[in-house]
């Protein structure tokens, strides 16, 4: 686990940038704060494979690809 990151849970894990990082009103993503529903996934998911999808309390479901 990073020690530069106070962590709120672990399992799923919570945490959040230490203010003493944050060094400009751009936050990089080495210092963004990291926040999942669950657990996060070992294995990288090749950007060409990522899609967003949105399908609750819309009418026409929506997919947003990454390219």
């Keep these: 686990m990073r020690d530069d990151m106070r962590i709120m849970t672990e399992n ?3 945490a ?3 203010v003493v ?3 400009s009103w751009v ?3 080495d210092v963004f704060f990291n ?3 669950g657990q996060i996934p070992e ?3 090749a950007l060409n494979q990522w ?3 949105i ?3 819309i009418r026409t479901l929506l997919r947003l690809p990454s390219t």
């Design 12 to 14: 799923p894990l919570n």
């Design 16 to 18: 959040k940038t230490l």
């Design 21 to 23: 990082r944050l060094q």
């Design 27 to 29: 936050t990089t993503n």
């Design 35 to 37: 926040h999942n529903q």
């Design 43 to 45: 294995d990288q998911i």
């Design 51 to 53: 899609a967003l999808t």
């Design 55 to 57: 399908a609750e309390e």
